[in-house]
C-alpha cells in the first residue's frame, strides 16, 4: 500500500468509521496519477472532518409524487 493510500485508509476507517458510500470521479485529466487522486480525496475528507460532517445528501429539488400519477 502507498503512502497515498495509506493516509486516505486511515482517514476513512480510523476512530471505529465504518464507510457507507463514497465515490471519486477523477474526470478527463489524462495526466492524473493515482497518487494524485488519493492525495487529493484525503485532502477534501479532512477538510471536512474539519468543518464538521453534516447529514445532508444530495436531492433533485423535484416535486415528490406517487408512481400512480404516473399511469
Not at 11 to 37: C, H, V, Y
Not at 52 to 64: Q, S, Y
Amino acid at each position: 500500500m502507498t503512502e497515498s493510500t495509506s493516509k486516505l485508509h486511515s482517514l476513512l476507517f480510523e476512530e471505529g468509521r465504518a464507510l457507507e458510500n463514497i465515490k471519486f470521479f477523477p474526470g478527463d485529466s489524462r495526466g492524473l496519477t493515482a497518487g494524485q487522486l488519493t492525495d487529493a480525496a484525503a485532502g477534501s475528507i479532512r477538510r471536512a472532518f474539519e468543518s464538521g460532517l453534516k447529514n445532508t445528501p444530495p436531492a433533485t429539488g423535484a416535486v415528490k409524487c406517487k408512481l400512480e400519477a404516473f399511469n
